[in-house]
Protein backbone atom coordinates (compact mmCIF):
# COMPACT_ATOMS: atom_id res chain seq x y z
CA UNK A 1 0.00 0.00 0.00
CA UNK A 2 0.98 3.61 -0.65
CA UNK A 3 2.41 5.34 2.63
CA UNK A 4 1.01 9.09 3.06
CA UNK A 5 3.44 10.78 5.39
CA UNK A 6 1.83 14.03 6.71
CA UNK A 7 3.98 17.53 8.19
CA UNK A 8 3.98 18.64 11.25
CA UNK A 9 1.51 16.39 13.37
CA UNK A 10 0.32 19.38 15.08
CA UNK A 11 0.62 22.77 14.68
CA UNK A 12 -0.57 26.20 16.44
CA UNK A 13 -0.60 29.57 14.70
CA UNK A 14 -2.67 32.72 14.62
CA UNK A 15 -5.17 34.81 13.40
CA UNK A 16 -4.00 35.62 9.85
CA UNK A 17 -1.14 33.67 10.03
CA UNK A 18 0.16 31.66 6.73
CA UNK A 19 -0.26 27.34 7.64
CA UNK A 20 1.60 25.05 4.90
CA UNK A 21 0.68 21.38 5.95
CA UNK A 22 3.37 19.08 3.99
CA UNK A 23 2.11 15.38 2.53
CA UNK A 24 4.43 12.80 0.99
CA UNK A 25 3.32 9.62 -1.10
CA UNK A 26 5.77 6.75 -0.93
CA UNK A 27 5.49 6.18 -4.47
CA UNK A 28 4.75 9.04 -7.30
CA UNK A 29 0.78 9.16 -7.72
CA UNK A 30 1.04 12.25 -10.34
CA UNK A 31 -1.75 14.73 -9.31
CA UNK A 32 -4.01 12.54 -7.24
CA UNK A 33 -4.16 13.75 -4.36
CA UNK A 34 -7.24 15.59 -1.86
CA UNK A 35 -6.95 17.10 0.93
CA UNK A 36 -9.81 17.11 3.67
CA UNK A 37 -10.80 19.08 6.64
CA UNK A 38 -12.27 17.29 9.72
CA UNK A 39 -13.83 19.11 12.50
CA UNK A 40 -15.54 17.99 15.76
CA UNK A 41 -19.21 17.10 15.32
CA UNK A 42 -19.37 17.94 11.39
CA UNK A 43 -19.05 15.89 8.51
CA UNK A 44 -15.57 15.58 6.53
CA UNK A 45 -14.93 18.82 4.03
CA UNK A 46 -13.37 17.75 0.75
CA UNK A 47 -10.90 20.99 0.41
CA UNK A 48 -8.66 20.15 -2.87
CA UNK A 49 -8.79 17.66 -5.41
CA UNK A 50 -6.31 16.73 -7.89
CA UNK A 51 -3.51 18.65 -5.81
CA UNK A 52 -4.64 22.08 -6.81
CA UNK A 53 -7.83 22.45 -7.50
CA UNK A 54 -10.30 24.47 -5.48
CA UNK A 55 -13.75 22.46 -4.21
CA UNK A 56 -16.62 24.30 -4.85
CA UNK A 57 -17.58 26.36 -1.93
CA UNK A 58 -14.54 25.86 -0.03
CA UNK A 59 -12.84 29.61 0.70
CA UNK A 60 -9.93 30.85 -1.41
CA UNK A 61 -7.18 31.26 1.41
CA UNK A 62 -7.03 27.34 0.64
CA UNK A 63 -5.07 26.24 -1.54
CA UNK A 64 -2.91 22.87 -2.68
CA UNK A 65 0.27 22.29 -5.05
CA UNK A 66 2.93 19.20 -5.93
CA UNK A 67 2.29 16.68 -8.41
CA UNK A 68 5.11 13.58 -7.93
CA UNK A 69 5.55 12.57 -4.19
CA UNK A 70 5.49 15.71 -2.42
CA UNK A 71 2.48 18.03 -1.75
CA UNK A 72 1.55 20.64 0.13
CA UNK A 73 -1.92 22.33 1.76
CA UNK A 74 -1.22 26.18 2.45
CA UNK A 75 -4.03 28.15 4.32
CA UNK A 76 -3.27 31.55 3.37
CA UNK A 77 -4.80 33.51 6.25
CA UNK A 78 -5.91 31.11 9.05
CA UNK A 79 -9.62 31.83 10.44
CA UNK A 80 -10.74 30.75 13.45
CA UNK A 81 -13.11 28.48 11.66
CA UNK A 82 -10.08 26.85 10.06
CA UNK A 83 -9.43 24.77 13.55
CA UNK A 84 -9.35 20.88 12.99
CA UNK A 85 -7.56 17.86 11.55
CA UNK A 86 -6.56 17.87 8.10
CA UNK A 87 -5.75 14.84 6.07
CA UNK A 88 -3.89 14.00 3.06
CA UNK A 89 -5.62 11.12 0.68
CA UNK A 90 -3.93 9.45 -2.70
CA UNK A 91 -6.26 8.21 -4.99
CA UNK A 92 -3.99 6.70 -7.75
CA UNK A 93 -3.46 3.55 -6.42
CA UNK A 94 -5.87 0.76 -4.85
CA UNK A 95 -6.43 1.45 -1.80
CA UNK A 96 -7.04 4.93 -1.44
CA UNK A 97 -4.62 5.82 1.80
CA UNK A 98 -4.85 8.36 3.81
CA UNK A 99 -2.12 10.71 5.94
CA UNK A 100 -2.25 10.55 9.43
CA UNK A 101 -3.10 13.81 9.76
CA UNK A 102 -2.30 17.24 10.66
CA UNK A 103 -4.00 18.81 14.09
CA UNK A 104 -4.31 22.86 12.98
CA UNK A 105 -4.88 24.70 16.46
CA UNK A 106 -4.98 28.70 16.93
CA UNK A 107 -3.15 30.32 19.22
CA UNK B 1 -31.03 18.66 4.89
CA UNK B 2 -28.15 16.14 5.32
CA UNK B 3 -27.16 15.19 2.32
CA UNK B 4 -25.97 12.00 3.86
CA UNK B 5 -27.13 10.16 7.08
CA UNK B 6 -25.77 7.63 8.77
CA UNK B 7 -26.93 4.85 11.15
CA UNK B 8 -26.92 1.52 12.41
CA UNK B 9 -23.73 1.96 14.34
CA UNK B 10 -23.77 0.15 18.32
CA UNK B 11 -22.01 -1.61 21.00
CA UNK B 12 -21.17 -5.70 19.68
CA UNK B 13 -18.67 -8.25 21.41
CA UNK B 14 -16.15 -10.08 18.98
CA UNK B 15 -17.95 -12.35 16.59
CA UNK B 16 -21.66 -10.37 16.29
CA UNK B 17 -22.63 -8.65 13.18
CA UNK B 18 -23.67 -5.27 12.66
CA UNK B 19 -25.70 -3.37 9.60
CA UNK B 20 -24.70 0.23 8.63
CA UNK B 21 -27.39 2.18 6.30
CA UNK B 22 -26.29 5.16 4.80
CA UNK B 23 -29.32 7.03 3.54
CA UNK B 24 -28.83 9.91 0.39
CA UNK B 25 -31.22 12.83 0.25
CA UNK B 26 -30.91 15.21 -2.56
CA UNK B 27 -27.57 14.27 -4.05
CA UNK B 28 -28.46 11.59 -7.21
CA UNK B 29 -27.66 8.92 -5.52
CA UNK B 30 -27.91 6.46 -8.39
CA UNK B 31 -25.84 7.76 -10.30
CA UNK B 32 -22.39 8.03 -7.73
CA UNK B 33 -19.82 5.19 -6.85
CA UNK B 34 -19.76 5.71 -3.34
CA UNK B 35 -17.69 4.29 -0.50
CA UNK B 36 -17.44 3.21 3.13
CA UNK B 37 -14.17 5.28 5.00
CA UNK B 38 -14.00 4.35 8.84
CA UNK B 39 -11.78 5.96 11.65
CA UNK B 40 -10.79 4.26 14.84
CA UNK B 41 -10.04 6.19 18.22
CA UNK B 42 -7.34 8.26 18.22
CA UNK B 43 -6.49 7.18 14.42
CA UNK B 44 -6.22 8.10 11.14
CA UNK B 45 -8.99 7.73 8.35
CA UNK B 46 -8.84 3.84 6.11
CA UNK B 47 -10.34 3.50 3.23
CA UNK B 48 -12.88 0.39 3.97
CA UNK B 49 -14.71 -0.16 0.82
CA UNK B 50 -15.80 1.42 -2.81
CA UNK B 51 -18.80 0.42 -4.85
CA UNK B 52 -19.71 1.86 -8.92
CA UNK B 53 -23.10 3.60 -8.84
CA UNK B 54 -25.00 0.18 -10.64
CA UNK B 55 -23.34 -1.88 -7.62
CA UNK B 56 -21.60 -4.21 -10.02
CA UNK B 57 -18.52 -3.16 -9.22
CA UNK B 58 -17.41 -3.87 -5.32
CA UNK B 59 -13.80 -3.16 -3.61
CA UNK B 60 -13.19 -3.76 -0.28
CA UNK B 61 -9.71 -3.18 2.27
CA UNK B 62 -7.81 -6.21 2.80
CA UNK B 63 -8.47 -5.62 6.36
CA UNK B 64 -12.36 -6.16 6.05
CA UNK B 65 -12.34 -8.44 3.12
CA UNK B 66 -14.51 -11.88 3.82
CA UNK B 67 -16.58 -10.12 6.05
CA UNK B 68 -18.08 -7.21 5.42
CA UNK B 69 -20.14 -6.63 2.35
CA UNK B 70 -21.01 -3.31 0.69
CA UNK B 71 -24.19 -2.70 -1.16
CA UNK B 72 -26.72 -0.40 -2.24
CA UNK B 73 -30.75 0.24 -3.33
CA UNK B 74 -31.18 2.95 -6.02
CA UNK B 75 -34.69 2.73 -5.66
CA UNK B 76 -34.23 4.06 -2.00
CA UNK B 77 -31.52 5.76 -2.38
CA UNK B 78 -29.82 4.09 0.60
CA UNK B 79 -26.12 2.35 0.99
CA UNK B 80 -25.31 -0.59 3.50
CA UNK B 81 -22.42 -1.94 4.99
CA UNK B 82 -22.80 -5.69 6.29
CA UNK B 83 -20.21 -6.18 8.29
CA UNK B 84 -19.52 -9.88 9.98
CA UNK B 85 -17.28 -11.23 11.99
CA UNK B 86 -16.40 -8.32 14.00
CA UNK B 87 -12.88 -7.68 15.52
CA UNK B 88 -11.87 -5.14 18.13
CA UNK B 89 -9.84 -3.55 15.71
CA UNK B 90 -13.14 -2.40 13.84
CA UNK B 91 -14.39 0.09 16.64
CA UNK B 92 -14.51 3.12 14.55
CA UNK B 93 -16.61 5.76 13.69
CA UNK B 94 -18.12 4.95 10.00
CA UNK B 95 -18.58 7.48 7.21
CA UNK B 96 -20.40 6.77 3.90
CA UNK B 97 -19.50 9.61 1.29
CA UNK B 98 -20.00 9.76 -2.13
CA UNK B 99 -16.94 10.11 -5.35
CA UNK B 100 -16.32 13.28 -6.76
CA UNK B 101 -17.18 11.84 -10.36
CA UNK B 102 -20.09 11.59 -12.34
CA UNK B 103 -19.30 8.81 -13.74
CA UNK B 104 -20.59 6.12 -11.30
CA UNK B 105 -17.46 4.25 -12.13
CA UNK B 106 -15.67 2.99 -9.06
CA UNK B 107 -11.83 3.06 -9.38
CA UNK B 108 -8.45 4.16 -8.94
CA UNK B 109 -7.58 6.91 -10.23
CA UNK B 110 -10.36 9.41 -8.91
CA UNK B 111 -10.78 12.76 -7.33
CA UNK B 112 -11.35 11.65 -3.82
CA UNK B 113 -14.70 11.90 -1.99
CA UNK B 114 -16.89 15.42 -2.15
CA UNK B 115 -19.83 14.58 0.00
CA UNK B 116 -19.90 12.83 3.70
CA UNK B 117 -21.99 11.86 6.46
CA UNK B 118 -21.42 12.39 10.14
CA UNK B 119 -20.57 9.10 10.83
CA UNK B 120 -22.08 6.50 13.01
CA UNK B 121 -19.86 4.66 16.07
CA UNK B 122 -19.17 1.19 16.33
CA UNK B 123 -17.87 -0.38 19.43
CA UNK B 124 -16.71 -4.22 19.37
CA UNK B 125 -15.81 -5.34 22.79
CA UNK B 126 -16.58 -8.47 25.07
Known amino acids: DIQMTQSPSSLSASVGDRVNISCRASQTISTYLNWYQLRPGKAPDLLIYAASRLQSGVPSRFSGSGSGTDFTLTIASLQPEDLGIYYCQQSYWSPETFGRGTKVEIK | EVPLLESGGGQTQPGGSLRLSCVAT????????MTWVRQAPEKGLEWVSG????????YYADSVKGRFTMSRDNSNNILYLQMNSLRVEDTAVYYC???????????????????WGQGTTVTVSS
Open chain 2, 97 to 115: AKYNDRSGYYGVPNYGMDV
Open chain 2, 26 to 33: GIDFSNYA
Open chain 2, 51 to 58: LSSSGDSI
